[in-house]
DNA sequence: ATGCCTCAGCTCCTGAGA
């Protein structure tokens, strides 16, 4: 099974990469974030088409969430149950066995912003949630884009970044958290070349200069954890003309 | 440079992203 997450930066704009990168890389389950449409805006028939199912919690210009997969997704939940949120964040689905859940943490602008307070009780409601999931399904995959780097390694320039958003103790403290689940970083259970990011800013050529950061993971609970076998990031769709600035991340898991 | 790109929208500027 291999399973994949996208932040694709406007699925209107990307609908096409999306698909090719699908016929390319069959993956069995796609999590989208930042669709930036309304849930009629969705273009599920071109996923059917593709042969995929798909589940999608969209919302106007910002965010969105959507879970593709090839059988069909059961159990579906939209946002945190008991986390009141006005945002399109999370996804959360069984496919094939194995809970799912896909989320754009939020961005959370700065230390010290209203915007970064809303990012630190968004991880708590986060958090009790998988908790809650992991007791009925052991298998679970979190996976999207977390906004959150774990540590300098995943960071291009930790010193000029120190402290700065995405990089923040207070964080990374939240991301712990939730590897204390029983959770696991893929990536890291293999070893992996140095300087891999899952985002580069799309100013000053940062892709070329591999100016960026790793925050996009997918994290395996500790059932999943012998089973995998892969975790790689895609940097080919960054490589696009008009591409996300995101690549893919894929995880392989022989259930 | 409180900017540099990119995207959405009450679109010819602004807010947000990261």
Not at 206 to 218: C, K, P, Q, S, V
């Given at each position: 099974?291999?399973?994949?997450?996208w932040?694709i930066?406007?699925?209107?704009?990307?609908?096409?990469?999306?698909?090719?990168?699908?016929?390319?890389?069959?993956v069995?389950?796609?999590?989208?974030?930042?669709?930036?449409?309304?849930?009629?805006?969705?273009?599920a028939?071109a996923?059917?088409?593709?042969?995929?199912?798909?589940?999608?919690?969209?919302?106007?210009?910002?965010?969105g969430?959507?879970?593709?997969?090839r059988?069909?997704?059961?159990?579906v939940?939209?946002?945190?149950?008991g986390?009141?949120d006005?945002m399109?964040?999370?996804?959360?689905?069984?496919?094939d066995?194995?809970?799912?859940?896909?989320?754009?943490?939020?961005?959370?602008?700065?230390?010290?912003s209203d915007?970064?307070?809303?990012?630190?009780?968004?991880?708590?409601?986060?958090?009790?949630?998988?908790?809650?999931?992991?007791v009925?399904?052991?298998?679970?995959?979190l996976?999207?884009?977390?906004?959150?780097?774990?540590?300098?390694?995943?960071?291009?320039?930790?010193?000029?970044?120190?402290d700065?958003?995405?990089?923040?103790?207070?964080?990374?403290?939240?991301?712990?958290?939730?590897?204390a689940?029983?959770?696991?970083?893929?990536?890291?259970?293999?070893?992996q070349p140095?300087?891999?990011?899952?985002?580069?800013?799309?100013?000053?050529f940062?892709?070329?200069?591999?100016?960026g950061?790793?925050?996009?993971?997918i994290?395996?609970?500790?059932?999943?954890?012998?089973?995998v076998?892969?975790?790689?990031?895609?940097?080919?769709?960054?490589?696009?003309?008009?591409?996300?600035?995101?690549?893919?991340v894929?995880?392989?898991?022989t259930l």
């Amino acid at each position: 099974m291999k399973l994949a997450t996208w932040n694709i930066n406007s699925l209107t704009v990307r609908l096409p990469q999306v698909l090719d990168w699908l016929q390319a890389n069959p993956v069995d389950v796609l999590a989208l974030q930042e669709l930036k449409m309304t849930n009629d805006k969705f273009p599920a028939d071109a996923f059917a088409q593709a042969g995929y199912c798909a589940q999608w919690f969209g919302q106007k210009t910002y965010n969105g969430v959507a879970l593709i997969s090839r059988t069909p997704a059961e159990q579906v939940v939209k946002n945190i149950p008991g986390f009141d949120d006005d945002m399109s964040r999370v996804i959360t689905a069984t496919v094939d066995g194995v809970r799912v859940i896909g989320a754009y943490f939020p961005n959370g602008q700065a230390p010290g912003s209203d915007k970064f307070e809303y990012k630190m009780e968004w991880l708590k409601g986060l958090r009790a949630w998988v908790k809650a999931e992991l007791v009925t399904h052991p298998n679970l995959v979190l996976m999207g884009d977390y906004n959150i780097t774990f540590d300098d390694s995943d960071v291009w320039d930790p010193e000029g970044m120190r402290d700065q958003i995405h990089c923040t103790e207070e964080e990374r403290y939240h991301l712990r958290a939730l590897i204390a689940l029983g959770l696991h970083d893929s990536y890291r259970l293999f070893e992996q070349p140095t300087k891999s990011y899952s985002w580069w800013d799309y100013r000053d050529f940062a892709f070329r200069r591999n100016r960026g950061l790793r925050i996009d993971h997918i994290l395996v609970s500790n059932a999943l954890k012998p089973l995998v076998t892969s975790c790689v990031i895609d940097k080919q769709p960054r490589t696009n003309e008009r591409p996300s600035d995101h690549a893919p991340v894929v995880v392989e898991i022989t259930l």
